[in-house]
């Protein structure tokens, strides 16, 4: 609460300068109605760029927006020249653990920072601790605490032993249909399943969620092939799970393969070993005509992919350093300790088993999976920007950038990819009158950039201002959080 309060004093003492250096007359001014002028708007539903515009927000919301000198802007009201930056809606994380940065001050003190200096107001966390995003939510709704709204599923739903924690473990459909029964009950805004779920267990889930009329999500279980999963209600997929091995010619047979034990106990390197084999088949029985009828059933099902690229690619090039994986990475002064040394532990173990040969192979499986996300959004499948942060070298906030780009390089134009973090996950959620563009109405979550995203996708790191509910988060605003998120790691 004690960075809440100096945020709070360093945003008022900015506004003062801010208001100070207006040209308009400041009394009577209203400091709830603010106003910027010559601004590039971004129409993300259009995908183009509204030059020269006025938009006027009065507290929370948008009130007016058009071209300058077609939008009155209230008497007093501190108006600030915009020439030359661009407006964004506020940007989304749809694939992100809020409460994976250790628990009770990580959310607040690691995660959150850093998704507000990079522009990020809302989330869709995937799985979390319900006793602390609860409070959490409640203090961010409340205004008590200052950081991006988000929705929860609350803990997974898996096979035993589970993947990660929290998890409901589910191993029948009396089971399935009780956890989903019970989470609704705790107030989770959706279900959220994984890999290890039987098929029993995930269907009886999937029929409960529909008889309950909510959302379920998540990974495709490995018993489960992407088509089920479609055909079965679920509506978003994480992390392309199971859907390369859906494009297969024949996915029955690998799936056997998969699931055949071994006749021996097998070494650790013996079980890698047969694992990477079975990837290299799965990538040989690539079928076009197969994943164009996938596709088809994920369109007429309405489901929709959360690709997380920059997940994909970290663990598909653990031997490479790059940007989040550099010693002289600037940004990793952003990591406490402890979930730093984990990160390197984790890369170090898969860079000792992995070959060159294997490298080659993941990065065509990488690459493979970029080609789908691009058939995806030429399909008119939605797709939605999300990052996994903060799984190892996902730097929270910053990874969101990284996955725009990611995006754009497998074949989206920078509008798509703009759109899959603004107004996409916005449609996904129901909440398209309220966020995810610029209009009036619509909650005042908007970031001003200094350069055009249109024309560089890299440009949505050039933030100059947040607008967080109409709460105005300058630049000197901005680096102090990051400043205190820093000192918050070095001592943890």
């Given at each position: 609460?004690?960075?809440?309060?100096?945020l709070?004093?360093?945003?008022?003492?900015?506004?003062?300068?801010?208001?100070?250096?207006?040209n308009?007359?400041?009394p009577p001014?209203?400091?709830?109605?603010?106003?910027?002028?010559?601004?590039g708007?971004?129409d993300?539903?259009?995908?183009?760029?509204?030059?020269?515009?006025?938009?006027?927000?009065?507290r929370?919301?948008?009130?007016?927006?058009?071209?300058?000198?077609?939008?009155?802007?209230?008497?007093?009201?501190?108006?600030?020249?915009?020439?030359?930056?661009?407006?964004?809606?506020?940007?989304?994380?749809?694939?992100?653990?809020?409460?994976?940065?250790?628990?009770?001050?990580g959310?607040?003190?690691?995660i959150?920072?850093?998704?507000?200096?990079?522009?990020?107001?809302?989330?869709?966390?995937?799985?979390?601790?319900?006793?602390?995003?609860?409070?959490?939510?409640?203090?961010?709704?409340s205004?008590?605490?200052?950081?991006?709204?988000?929705?929860?599923?609350?803990?997974?739903l898996?096979?035993?032993?589970?993947?990660?924690?929290?998890?409901?473990v589910?191993?029948?459909?009396v089971?399935?249909?009780?956890?989903?029964?019970?989470?609704?009950a705790?107030?989770?805004?959706?279900?959220?399943?994984?890999?290890?779920?039987?098929?029993?267990a995930?269907?009886?889930?999937?029929?409960e969620?529909?008889?309950?009329?909510?959302?379920?999500?998540?990974h495709?279980?490995?018993?489960?092939?992407?088509?089920?999963?479609?055909?079965?209600?679920?509506?978003?997929?994480?992390?392309?799970t199971?859907?390369?091995r859906?494009?297969?010619?024949?996915e029955?047979?690998?799936?056997?393969?998969?699931?055949?034990?071994?006749?021996r106990?097998?070494?650790?390197?013996?079980?890698?070993?047969?694992?990477?084999a079975?990837?290299?088949?799965?990538?040989?029985?690539?079928?076009?005509?197969t994943?164009?009828?996938?596709?088809?059933?994920?369109?007429?099902?309405?489901?929709?992919?959360?690709?997380?690229?920059?997940?994909?690619?970290?663990?598909?090039?653990?031997?490479?350093?790059?940007?989040?994986?550099?010693?002289?990475?600037?940004?990793?002064?952003?990591i406490?300790?402890?979930?730093?040394a984990?990160?390197?532990k984790?890369?170090?173990?898969?860079?000792a088993?992995?070959?060159?040969?294997?490298?080659?192979?993941r990065?065509a499986?990488?690459?493979?999976s970029?080609d789908?996300?691009?058939?995806?959004?030429?399909?008119?499948?939605?797709?939605?920007?999300?990052?996994d942060?903060?799984?190892?070298?996902v730097?929270p906030?910053?990874?969101?950038?990284e996955?725009?780009?990611?995006?754009?390089r497998?074949?989206?134009?920078?509008?798509?990819?703009?759109?899959?973090?603004?107004?996409?996950?916005?449609e996904?959620?129901?909440?398209?009158?309220?966020r995810?563009?610029?209009a009036?109405?619509?909650?005042?979550d908007?970031v001003v950039?200094?350069?055009?995203?249109?024309?560089?996708?890299?440009n949505?790191?050039?933030?100059?201002?947040?607008y967080?509910?109409?709460?105005?988060?300058?630049?000197?605003?901005?680096?102090?959080?990051?400043?205190?998120?820093?000192?918050?790691?070095?001592?943890?």
């Amino acid at each position: 609460m004690k960075s809440s309060l100096a945020l709070n004093l360093l945003l008022t003492l900015t506004a003062c300068a801010w208001f100070a250096s207006c040209n308009r007359p400041r009394p009577p001014w209203h400091p709830e109605i603010t106003a910027l002028t010559h601004i590039g708007v971004i129409d993300v539903a259009e995908g183009k760029l509204l030059p020269d515009q006025t938009v006027v927000v009065d507290r929370d919301r948008i009130v007016a927006v058009g071209p300058f000198g077609s939008v009155a802007i209230p008497e007093g009201a501190p108006a600030q020249n915009a020439e030359g930056k661009f407006l964004i809606p506020g940007l989304v994380d749809s694939h992100i653990h809020l409460t994976a940065g250790g628990e009770p001050e990580g959310s607040r003190q690691f995660i959150i920072p850093l998704l507000l200096a990079n522009g990020v107001t809302s989330v869709r966390d995937m799985g979390g601790y319900l006793e602390s995003l609860v409070p959490l939510r409640k203090d961010i709704r409340s205004g008590k605490f200052t950081g991006p709204d988000f929705v929860t599923p609350g803990p997974y739903l898996d096979g035993t032993p589970p993947s990660f924690q929290p998890s409901v473990v589910v191993t029948n459909r009396v089971q399935g249909e009780k956890a989903v029964d019970d989470l609704l009950a705790r107030g989770v805004d959706f279900i959220k399943v994984q890999s290890l779920l039987h098929r029993d267990a995930y269907f009886a889930i999937a029929a409960e969620s529909r008889r309950k009329k909510v959302a379920f999500v998540g990974h495709v279980p490995d018993r489960v092939t992407a088509a089920e999963a479609s055909r079965a209600g679920q509506h978003t997929i994480e992390h392309l799970t199971n859907v390369l091995r859906g494009c297969a010619q024949d996915e029955a047979a690998l799936m056997r393969e998969q699931f055949r034990v071994p006749p021996r106990p097998e070494t650790p390197a013996q079980a890698h070993a047969r694992v990477v084999a079975w990837q290299r088949r799965m990538l040989d029985q690539f079928s076009d005509p197969t994943a164009a009828a996938l596709l088809q059933q994920f369109k007429s099902s309405d489901t929709w992919q959360t690709p997380t690229l920059i997940l994909l690619q970290n663990d598909a090039f653990p031997t490479l350093a790059n940007a989040a994986d550099a010693e002289n990475d600037e940004r990793l002064k952003h990591i406490p300790g402890v979930i730093r040394a984990s990160w390197k532990k984790s890369r170090a173990d898969q860079m000792a088993r992995v070959t060159s040969d294997e490298s080659a192979l993941r990065a065509a499986l990488l690459q493979k999976s970029m080609d789908l996300v691009k058939q995806m959004q030429a399909s008119g499948i939605p797709v939605l920007a999300g990052t996994d942060a903060p799984a190892p070298f996902v730097l929270p906030g910053f990874s969101l950038h990284e996955e725009l780009a990611l995006l754009v390089r497998a074949g989206l134009t920078p509008a798509q990819a703009l759109r899959a973090a603004t107004l996409t996950p916005a449609e996904l959620l129901h909440v398209e009158k309220d966020r995810g563009s610029i209009a009036p109405g619509k909650y005042a979550d908007l970031v001003v950039l200094d350069a055009n995203p249109l024309e560089d996708i890299h440009n949505t790191t050039k933030i100059d201002l947040v607008y967080l509910r109409g709460t105005l988060l300058y630049r000197p605003a901005l680096d102090t959080l990051l400043e205190g998120e820093a000192q918050f790691a070095a001592t943890h």
